[in-house]
């Protein structure tokens, strides 16, 4: 059949190929078994395979990679233009096939194991603070039924446990103390937890010299560099940081036209867990600048005295995305700017 191209669109049990030859001719359309997929592309010739981005596809584009193909995945977002009416299996396929071709597409790369690794770290610790959160914010909203009200902050839910642990400084009903032991019980499982997970992450910051490197910027600690390097893998895929800053989010989304140039909030596309950590780790740098003085932070205190402190976070975001890609590209460390280190 002279297959050049296919189109593959997974499934959990069915898949779908769509296959064209060099003269863009469909030669094939195919429907699959989960355990066919891959003797199926073992006996067929080398050619590309076009995968929509999901959470599979890193999986079946190493699987098929390994087959001799070429594999490419496509981000969910650019395929759907290519799909010609209803949407169906087939027209999926089809519609990956079509987009795989065209020389502007730009693709996805794709993550290794150990990549998909730290990731799951950082999804399963970011899942047990959110459970964290919930579990104190239902714990303070009981306690303020009785009058019981502490401050605001992580730090101050100690003060909450020792008060429960110990009857006598609360007049709280026998019932509703066993309730929220209860609450308190899985409070201490989840810090037990989360602790386990930074620490996992922390020994794979310390065994990887990409992310080491990126620690060394203000604002971007283990959590962040860990996260940043698993997800983006091979910089070569970035033109400039700006073209970084842009794919995490963190520039003016375009509604431009007639040579204006009409431009809003940020776009917030591409990754938000990094986007959101970034934008943490700004603000907490921008904090430290308004309580010391120093040359360094004179940028960050200009634009305060003129912008909201948010906006600053984001714009101080965009520049820290800016300088983890030249970190990661150049192979470097983060160098203060010699106008400030000469003063």
Known sequence: MNITTIGLDLAKNVFQIHGVNERGETVLRKRLRRKDVLPFFATLGRCVVGIEGCGTAHHWAREIRSAGHEVKLIPAAYVKPYVKRNKNDSADAEAICEAVGRPSMRFVPVKSTDQQSVLMLHRARDLLVRQ?????????????????????????????????????????????????????????????????????????????????????????????????????????????????????????????????????????????????????????????????TAPRNDWINRLLARRPARLVSVALANKMARIAWVVLARGEVYRVPATVAAV
């Open 132 to 292: 964290r959160t919930m579990l104190v914010n239902a714990l303070r909203g009981h306690l303020a039924e009785y009058g019981i009200v502490t401050a605001q902050g992580i730090g101050n839910v100690g003060r909450l446990l020792e008060m429960l642990e110990d009857g006598n400084k609360l007049s709280i009903p026998a019932l509703a103390r066993r309730v929220l032991l209860s609450i308190v019980e899985q409070l201490r499982q989840l810090y037990l937890r989360i602790r386990e997970l930074e620490l996992e992450i922390m020994a794979w910051h310390k065994s990887n010299e990409q992310s080491q490197r990126l620690a060394t910027i203000p604002g971007i600690g283990p959590i962040t560099a860990t996260a940043i390097v698993a997800s983006v893998g091979d910089t070569s895929q970035f033109r400039s940081g700006r073209h970084f800053a842009a794919w995490l989010g963190l520039v003016p989304r375009q509604n431009s036209s007639g040579n204006k140039e009409r431009l809003g909030r940020i776009s917030k596309r591409g990754d938000k867990y990094i986007r959101r950590l970034l934008v943490i780790g700004a603000t907490s740098v921008i904090r430290y600048a308004r309580s010391k």
